[in-house]
């Protein structure tokens, strides 16, 4: 009968942020409902046309659109807001920053930041180099269990990969500011390999 160790390896690699998605909304506040959206309107013409000047048209895209009743400090109805939320997909850290300082200069009041996420363009090297040290790991991993039976360590008979596992991406929630001006950081992005290996007979 064959014997077998089976083991899971992890490694990782270092990856630094280089792209960014800002989300930011249009907001507009009013006694009627058809003032709210029109004020709304004018806002998001304001962000896609300092949106557009730096970005492709297609990294712009709407997320939400909604309007409900409000009401005063009595709980009495004092009009509407209106919200739309747009994604915009900054090519870099720069585009990003000069873009965010920009529509807080040209939305005013109107603008909200809802969040800022740092991504990274291209991890593929990344992945490469977690998946062959989580390789190196399941190879120590099994040696060490083999000869703790007191065995040898054979050839490799069956390998599943757990896939590539990036940190939480880092989210910035952010006030409108003089200067948006983002520090990418870094951030892990790890990889899981689980491996059998066939145990040998060690020399008599």
């Known amino acids: 009968m064959t014997r077998t160790v089976t083991v899971t ?44 000047s730096v970005v492709d048209a297609s990294r712009i895209g709407s997320r939400d659109l909604n309007v409900w009743a409000t009401s005063d400090t009595q709980g009495r109805h004092d009009g509407f807001e209106c919200r739309h939320t747009l994604e915009i997909r900054c090519p870099s850290l720069d585009v990003a920053g000069s873009l965010l300082t920009a529509l807080v200069d040209e939305v005013g009041n109107r603008l909200q930041v809802e969040g800022v996420t740092l991504e990274v363009s291209d991890d593929a090297a990344a992945q490469v180099a977690a998946r062959e040290a989580a390789y190196a790991d399941a190879v120590s ?61 060690l020399p008599s």
């Open 141 to 201: 991993r099994a040696t060490h269990l083999a000869t703790l039976s007191g065995a040898g360590l054979g050839p490799v008979v069956a390998i599943s990969e757990g896939g590539a596992h990036p940190m939480p991406v880092r989210e910035l929630a952010l006030a409108a500011s003089a200067k948006a001006d983002f520090q990418p950081g870094e951030r892990s992005l790890g990889s899981a390999l689980t491996v059998s290996f066939e145990l040998t007979d």
């Open 9 to 52: 390896g992890q490694g990782s690699a270092r990856i630094v942020p280089d792209s960014a998605v800002l989300r930011v909304a249009a907001v507009h506040r009013a006694p009627a409902v058809g003032t709210a959206f029109a004020g709304v309107a004018t806002a998001v013409e304001a962000v896609t046309a300092a949106a557009r």
